[in-house]
Each structure stands twice: as C-alpha cells, then as structure tokens.
T-cell receptor, first 114, second 115 residues
Framework: KAGVTQTPRYLIKTRGQQVTLSCSPISGHRSVSWYQQTPGQGLQFLFEYFSETQRNKGNFPGRFSGRQFSNSRSEMNVSTLELGDSALYLC?????????????FGPGTRLTVT | AQKITQTQPGMFVQEKEAVTLDCTYDTSDPSYGLFWYKQPSSGEMIFLIYQGSYDQQNATEGRYSLNFQKARKSANLVISASQLGDSAMYFCALKMDTGRRALTFGSGTRLQVQP
C-alpha cells in the first residue's frame, strides 16, 4: 500500500508570491491534516479536511488556505508569502476523521521563502 | 487548552542499552490519545506507538513501550536495545477524542545512539 505522498518535496519562492502544496493520502483514508514545522515554533496544526470539508483550523492567518477533492487529495495554498513561512509542511492522513487514531505522515514539502 | 512538555532537548545512549524519553501533558478532557513519532533527518514523521486515555495496559510495539502514568499525566517512551538507526528526533503528541482532533506536539527530544 502506497504511503502518503507530497509534492513538490522542495520549493523556493520569493516574498509576495503564492504557493500550492499537494498531498495524496493513503488509499481509503478520507481525513487529511496539515502541519507546519519550524525551528522556532515547532510543529503546529494548520487545518484538517474530511470528506471535502474543513473540520478544524489552527491559529494561522487567512493567507493559509486549503481544500480537499473528492478523491481525498488535498492542497494547501499560501498567498503573499513571508520569510517566516519558510518551513517543512507535513501532511497526515488517517482512516477516519473521528475515532481512528493513527495519523500517517508524508515526507513533507520544504518551503524556502527568500 | 492542551499542552505537551518534553524536557529533554537531547539524549545520548549507548548502542544496545535502553533509554527513556520523557513526556508530560496537560488536558482537562477525560478522553484523549497520546502518540510518539520518530523524525529522522529526512523529515518524515514515523508513527511509533499510541496510548488511549482509557487503556488499562501500557502500549507496546516491538522495542517501543509507553510508560503511561495517568495520575501524573506522563507518557514516557522507552526504547529497549537501542540501535544506531534509532538516532532521530522524537516527538510526543496529544490528540483529543472530542472537539478539535488535531495533534498537539511537544518540542521534541533529539536522541543520539553511540556505538
């Protein structure tokens, strides 16, 4: 069974640009969560999607948005990039949005904003 | 609000020895789950072990065991017979069973296994 895949793996963008990251969950998993990891703030929850609906959202500005498609693939978008958005963005999928406990993470997308 | 505390920024252990990584948590909810993840330098978070708040027995998964002391709100990870490949960052995480179900992570412990 294929694991969680994230594309691209590495990305370099300039301040003010926007970026879209993609996550394909494990087959059959309908819940996708996104996390940001930085040396200063650690791992922080961005949002969770289940059956194409955003169910939970972390404390991030509106520049961070996401969506989920009918095949459970998810994208997150960051507009008007800032230097502080440089981070490893991790996506995690789980079998169900409630009750199921294991969250499987992808390899992450490392975003560098210059 | 939930909080996870990992007080050991770094740990060293000799190959083949056991090591305990500390984790304490804070939540007022009675129903929750505790997780440990391993993050090698490649960046991927690898699920190691899970403990539910109502589980009576401590969780074990191969060389990993979770020393769960509910009254003390601690969920320490014990790695037996350390291997060089165990060198990585280790994160403890808390997930509520109701409300927002996102993982709340601790700051991590960097474990280095020495030959």
């Amino acid at each position: 069974k294929a694991g969680v895949t994230q594309t691209p793996r590495y990305l370099i963008k300039t301040r003010g640009q926007q970026v879209t990251l993609s996550c394909s969950p494990i087959s059959g998993h309908r819940s996708v969560s996104w996390y940001q990891q930085t040396p200063g703030q650690g791992l922080q929850f961005l949002f969770e999607y289940f059956s194409e609906t955003q169910r939970n959202k972390g404390n991030f500005p509106g520049r961070f948005s996401g969506r989920q498609f009918s095949n459970s693939r998810s994208e997150m978008n960051v507009s008007t990039l800032e230097l502080g958005d440089s981070a490893l963005y991790l996506c995690a999928s789980s079998l169900v949005g409630t009750g199921g406990y294991e969250q499987y993470f992808g390899p992450g997308t490392r975003l560098t904003v210059t | 609000a939930q909080k996870i505390t990992q007080t050991q920024p770094g740990m060293f252990v000799q190959e083949k020895e056991a090591v305990t990584l500390d984790c304490t948590y804070d939540t007022s909810d009675p129903s929750y789950g505790l997780f440990w993840y391993k993050q090698p330098s490649s960046g991927e978070m690898i699920f190691l072990i899970y403990q539910g708040s109502y589980d009576q027995q401590n969780a074990t998964e191969g060389r990993y065991s979770l020393n769960f002391q509910k009254a003390r709100k601690s969920a320490n990870l014990v790695i037996s017979a350390s291997q060089l490949g165990d060198s990585a960052m280790y994160f403890c995480a808390l997930k509520m069973d109701t409300g927002r179900r996102a993982l709340t992570f601790g700051s991590g412990t960097r474990l280095q296994v020495q030959p």
